[in-house]
């Protein structure tokens, strides 16, 4: 930028670049404190969540606050899994997401493909369908859902809240077929050329070119279901077969007295994987938001 | 030769058109099994439930408008829960939408290390339920809660935060300032996508940055203002977990959020039929609200190419 403006032949060009990007860099610096200053309000919470995990029970009802604690007590991370059975929650959560990431990511592929790539009458009604189906609050099938699931014998089982994602998730569907449909045809015909059907077309064309998008299709089911809360809280009554949101609750109601330093401490482990995904796959993460965000 | 090839041709290509939509129901299957099973089916059942008397042990007894009549009229707890949700809105969705919106224009202008700040300030967004619940009780503790002592600190006494009932839903509405990193991402990239020429052609014009903001930037963002309206008004009405977790209503049902409401009679007071009305007197509240939105879109959304039929 420097070197651009050293080197413009008129002077008054100088003069002018320069007292446009002496304005323009101070615009930008004070823009980068409030960005900063924002950024800091954004992590004190959880600076104070990881600070207050550490204290011993007396520190944490201490004011004025303490930020670093006298004494860093990572026992109650010890104490936290025996107040509640953590490790099961924590095995139980990823059981089931281990298994609504696979469901979740297989039958929306397969969707995807068929209304990215085939042709068949109605389809664009039935897509419009999908969509509308995104748009549809929850509540509106929570109860019919709970009384299937219950005539099914499956309440207390993790089937409800497994089973729903193996018939394809319609968010997910949207944002792979949007990719799929960035994938030229030409491929298509060169496959059909060498012989291949559709599902030669979907397995060897379309899979292998849209990993960014399953990988992102991927995370989101393994949020939303690391995370979510009402449908175990609903359809969980034995206390070993609890998820992680539902055990931590359990944590709040079953105690007089609020532990807080371990309730954080269990917080934080039960944000840790979530970190780690986002931490790794924070770029598909984030292009996912935008996708969705920006309709297509 | 040729008579038989064209003859043999169009029933093959008949054929093959017939594969193909063979194929696609195939591979559509699990969508459209699971639309039938998940979405149809329940709604159905929804409908005819919501005018019948269900408590789950004794069979279902057709009531008429019963319950439609008794959430409209007779039930405090109804209209409760819809001034909670929509005082909730109107704080939290216009708040979310300008605080997003100006961190996104700040983020626009080429500041150093942006995926830093875009990583902070997305954090929150993916740690999201029951933890953020539990650690957001704890910031909002009077006594011992990081936010009193800060106000503290310069000399404000903070108020009670959820345990108060003027102040438990501006409690909810901060808590959720702590998560628009989603819809700043989707500003950012909005900003980011609009193109450079425009703003060119307005110097040209003589703008200066101030009209190149409200003729340039304002109109070419406001189809994802738009779109982010909407899935606020929906999410206000489907507040579940923190509701749940934090308060459970209280105190006095100054947070019974209508999802909470609606929840709490299918599932602790066991009023099925209830609890389907209250869905479907939401589902048109919702389906009101947006169509207002997208009928008074063509009043403040522009979109490029003039085409005002901008869906989802």
Same mark, same amino acid.
């Given at each position: ?50 600070s207050?995990?550490v ?44 298994l609504v990431?696979?469901g ?7 969707v995807a ?53 193996y ?19 030409e ?10 059907g559709?599902?030669g ?56 007295s ?8 269990a ?30 | ?10 029933p ?26 998940? &979405? ?5 059942i929804?409908?005819?439930l919501?005018f ?30 819809l ?5 909730y ?26 995926a830093?700040?875009r ?59 702590w998560? &628009?990193?989603?819809?700043m ?17 307005a ?82 509240? &919702?389906?009101?609200?947006?169509l207002?939105?997208v ?18």
């Amino acid at each position: 930028m420097a070197t651009d403006v050293s080197t413009a032949p008129a002077t008054g060009v100088v003069r002018l670049l320069g007292r446009k990007s002496v304005r323009h860099s101070v615009q930008i610096g004070v823009s980068a404190v409030i960005i900063a200053i924002g950024a800091i309000v954004t992590l004190i919470p959880l600076a104070w969540m990881l600070s207050t995990s550490v204290k011993s029970n007396g520190e944490v009802f201490l004011v004025p606050i303490r930020w670093i604690p006298s004494k860093i007590v990572l026992s109650t991370y010890v104490q936290a899994t025996q107040t509640i059975p953590f490790l099961i929650y924590a095995v139980n959560s990823a059981h089931i997401t281990l298994l609504v990431v696979i469901g979740t990511v297989v039958s929306s592929s397969l969707v995807a493909f068929a209304f990215a790539r085939l042709r068949a009458r109605g389809r664009d009604l039935m897509f419009l369908a999908l969509l509308s189906t995104m748009m549809l609050p929850a509540e509106v099938t929570l109860v019919p859902t709970y009384l299937i699931f219950k005539a099914l014998g499956w309440v207390d089982t993790y089937n409800p809240l497994i089973v729903p994602s193996y018939f394809a998730d319609a968010f997910s569907v949207f944002l792979l077929r949007q990719f799929y449909m960035t994938i030229p045809l030409e491929l298509d015909d060169a496959a059909k050329i060498d012989g291949s059907g559709y599902t030669g077309i979907y397995w060897r064309i379309i899979l292998p070119l849209s990993k960014p998008a399953l990988a992102t299709v991927a995370i989101f089911a393994f949020f939303n279901s690391w995370n979510s809360f009402e449908g175990p809280l609903i359809y969980l009554n034995t206390m070993t077969k609890y998820t992680i949101p539902v055990g931590l609750n359990f944590f709040l109601t079953e105690h007089g007295s609020t532990p807080w330093n371990q309730m954080m401490a269990a917080s934080v482990m039960a944000m840790i994987p979530c970190l780690i995904v986002f931490f790794f796959a924070q770029r598909t993460f984030i292009q996912g938001t935008v996708l969705t965000g920006l309709k297509g | 030769m040729a008579r038989i090839a064209n003859a043999r041709s169009s029933p093959r290509r008949g054929s093959l058109a017939r594969r193909e939509e063979l194929a696609f129901y195939l591979f559509a299957s699990p969508w459209l099994i699971g639309f039938i099973i998940w &979405i149809a089916g329940p709604m159905v059942i929804s409908l005819l439930l919501s005018f019948a008397d269900y408590d789950i042990i004794t069979p279902p007894s057709f009531s008429g408008l019963d319950n439609y009549v008794q959430l409209l009229t007779n039930d405090d707890l109804v209209w409760q829960s819809l001034k909670v949700t929509g005082l909730y809105s109107l704080g939290a969705i216009p708040l979310g939408l300008i605080t997003a919106f100006v961190l996104a224009l700040l983020m626009n202008q080429k500041v150093r290390g942006i995926a830093g700040f875009r990583t902070i300030y997305y954090m929150p967004a993916v740690i999201a339920g029951v933890p953020v619940a539990l650690l957001w009780m704890w910031i909002l503790n009077p006594d011992f809660g990081i936010l009193n002592n800060a106000l503290a600190f310069v000399g404000i006494t903070g108020p009670k935060w959820l345990f108060s009932e003027s102040w438990v839903i501006p409690a909810f509405v901060l808590m959720s300032l702590w998560t &628009i990193g989603a819809p700043m991402i989707i500003y950012l990239a909005g900003l980011q996508g609009i193109p450079q020429h425009l703003y060119e052609a307005a110097e040209l014009d003589g703008a200066g940055p101030w009209s190149k903001f409200t003729h340039v930037t304002i109109p070419m963002i406001t189809p994802i203002i738009f779109f982010n309206a909407i899935i606020g008004v929906i999410g206000s009405f489907q507040i579940f977990t923190p509701a749940y977790v934090m308060t459970n209503g209280g105190p006095a049902n100054a947070s019974l959020f209508y999802g909470l409401y609606l929840y709490n009679n299918a599932f602790r007071y066991f009023k099925m039929g209830y609890a389907s009305a209250l869905a479907w007197l939401m589902f048109f509240i &919702i389906l009101a609200l947006s169509l207002l939105v997208v009928r008074s879109s063509p009043y403040w959304v522009y979109y490029e190419g003039g085409r005002g039929d901008g869906g989802i």
